[in-house]
Structures are given as structure tokens and as C-alpha cells.
């Protein structure tokens, strides 16, 4: 009995033995050093926040509107009343500055900007000679001019990021317009009779309101490029002019011109936070 007991003690020995080494490899597996994978590095978000500085140039399209009373000097009685429409198209040019805040997709902020103008453009109200002049072939000729030599705005911007880098936005605010005027009235003749005119010069300062929008991206490191669309309009200018007194009739013009433009530029602008969070 003894001898089976350790025959039986000696075979379980070797099945545990047995058990182990094919265990092995196993757990050798299980314990070997564990391996690491380096985190994915991400490229920064581009940020909008900040100040900026930039310039632009564009065109502008305008019609200018002048209403003109010609009007009897001594009595007042209006003789004739006539209208003007004035196409005062044409170049400009200046430069603006802002600060933009970003909260998620969203950018808000405010730009002011100031401009000199190229466009120009002359309109004729004309009051038959039989009413306002000596005689039939002596017409009155109000000319006015009517377009912004000088002008400027402050407007909220509202966009909204197409992509990190592409903003659309819609704008809007306050404009002033500086209008130097002008005013001639030619061709009126006096009782002698010999050719008579009288002319009125001077700058309005006009303000107004203005809308618009547009597209902001940037085109590489702090520098971005935008084109806009604004449209303005201006309170209305009022004048008049008074020919010399021994005028017959007619020596007393009064008129009115308003001003409305749509202008189209071309902007650059230099941010000077990095535009990364």
C-alpha cells in the first residue's frame, strides 16, 4: 500500500510539473513590459480676438437726386420747379481699424474706417428762359455737384466662421460724408441785359447710416483679406443762391440733393494677436 501511495504521489508530481511548464510562456507573455503610443499632436484653432489695422480700395456706384424752386426774389412765388438725377461714380480709397471678439463659431466686433474719393459728378436743373430769364433763349442753370469727397464709418460687425480661417459677416452703423460744394447758377440775365451767374462753395458735413457685408480669411500668419459691400445714405443737403438784384425774375434758387451710394472694396488687414488659442 505504501508503494502504490507513493507511485500515485510520484505520478501527480509530474502532471503538476507538466501544467506549470506549459503555463509558462503564458504568464511570461503577461508580464513582459507594457508598450506606450505617443498622443496625436493637434494643429491649434485658429482665433479671431484682437485688434487690427488695414487698408482698402473700391468703387462706387451713386445717384444723387437735387431738386431745385426757382423762385421770384421779390414775392417769393415759386416760377418753376424742376428735378436732376446725377451719376457719381467712380474710385476710393483709405483704411481702417477694429477689434474683433470670438466666443465659439461667432466673431462680433467694431471697425471704423475713413476714405478720400475720386468720384465726381455734376447735375443740371434748368429753368426755361421764358420763366426765369430776360427772354426765351436766356435760361437759368442750376449745377450742383453730388458726390462725398471725404467719408468715413463706424459700424458693429456680426460674423460667423465658415471655417477656422473664413469668416462671413454682415455690418452696419453710422457714416458722415463731407461734400464740397459747388453750387453755380450760369446763364441769368439782367436788365441790361449782360450775362450774370453767382456761385456758392463751402463742405457739408453730412451723417448718415450704412449696411453691408462681406468675407474675411486670411491669407497667411496675421494678415487676412476681405471684400465688402456697403451701402450709405446721407441726410440731404440744402442751399440756395440769390442772383444779383436787378435780375428781372427769377433770382432766387432753392434746392435740395440727396445722396445715396453702394460701394464694393477690396480690404487688408494686419492682426496683432498670433490668431491661435
Known sequence: KIDALGVLMKKLFFAAALVGLSAAPTLAADMAPATYTK?????PVYNWTGFYIGANVGYGFGRDRTSADFRNPATGVVLFSGTNTNNTDGVFGGGQIGYNW????????????????GRNGRGAVVCPGGICGAGAAFPLTLTTPG????????????GYTITPTIMGYVTGGYAIGGFNRNDTVLS??????????????????????????????VVSGNWTAKIEYLYTDYANINGGLVL??????????????????????????????????
Open 39 to 43: 498622443a496625436p499632436v493637434y494643429a
Open 102 to 117: 470670438q466666443s465659439s463659431s461667432w466673431v462680433y466686433g467694431i471697425e471704423a474706417d475713413f476714405q478720400g474719393s
Open 147 to 158: 458726390s462725398a469727397d471725404t467719408f468715413g464709418t463706424v459700424r458693429a460687425r456680426l
Open 188 to 217: 441769368g440775365f439782367n436788365a441790361v441785359p449782360a450775362g450774370v451767374s453767382v456761385s456758392g462753395t463751402g463742405t457739408d458735413w453730412k451723417s448718415g447710416w450704412t449696411i453691408g457685408g462681406g468675407i474675411e480669411g
Open 244 to 277: 444779383p438784384a436787378n435780375n428781372p425774375i427769377g433770382g432766387h434758387v432753392l434746392f435740395t440733393t440727396d445722396n445715396k451710394s453702394s460701394l464694393v472694396r477690396l480690404g487688408l488687414n494686419y492682426r496683432f494677436s498670433n490668431g491661435k488659442y
